[in-house]
């Protein structure tokens, strides 16, 4: 059974910068895919970023496509968010997920394991 844990979270200075990682134990075989969600009080989950497994291809939100940036290291089975000019309203649990099955990058009803979230802040 895979597990999801992210690191990296906490409070920055608008414009400032933070990198997630999420580390996956009990092995990534047959995973297709990773990729960050967001979650602000009050709104639903969001897609942030994707990135698939094998070939490494990379899926943006609007957003945030120009400011942040999914990797991932296939020998550490993690996968890791840099996030640079960051605004308040980026400010949310940012959430892991790992899914087998093709589809949708952006659709949260196609991962089967998430991490617990880690807490991002942007104070202006």
């Known amino acids: 059974q895979v597990e999801l844990v992210e690191y990296g979270g906490g409070l920055v200075q608008a414009g400032g910068s933070l990198r997630l990682s999420c580390a996956a134990s009990?092995?990534?075989?047959?995973?297709?895919?990773m990729a960050w969600f967001r979650q602000a009080p009050g709104k639903e989950r969001e897609f942030v970023a994707g990135?698939?497994?094998?070939?490494?291809?990379?899926f943006y939100a609007e957003a945030i496509k120009d400011r942040f940036t999914v990797s991932r290291d296939i020998t550490k089975s993690t996968v890791f968010l840099q996030m640079n000019s960051l605004k308040p309203e980026d400010t949310a649990v940012y959430y892991c997920?790992?899914?087998?099955?093709?589809?949708?990058?952006?659709?949260?009803?196609?991962?089967?394991?998430w991490g617990q979230g880690t807490q991002v802040t942007v104070s202006s």
């Open positions: 990135i698939t497994w094998s070939g490494g291809i990379t």
């Open positions: 997920t790992t899914k087998q099955v093709g589809g949708d990058m952006r659709d949260p009803g196609t991962y089967d394991v």
């Open positions: 009990g092995g990534t075989f047959g995973r297709s895919a």
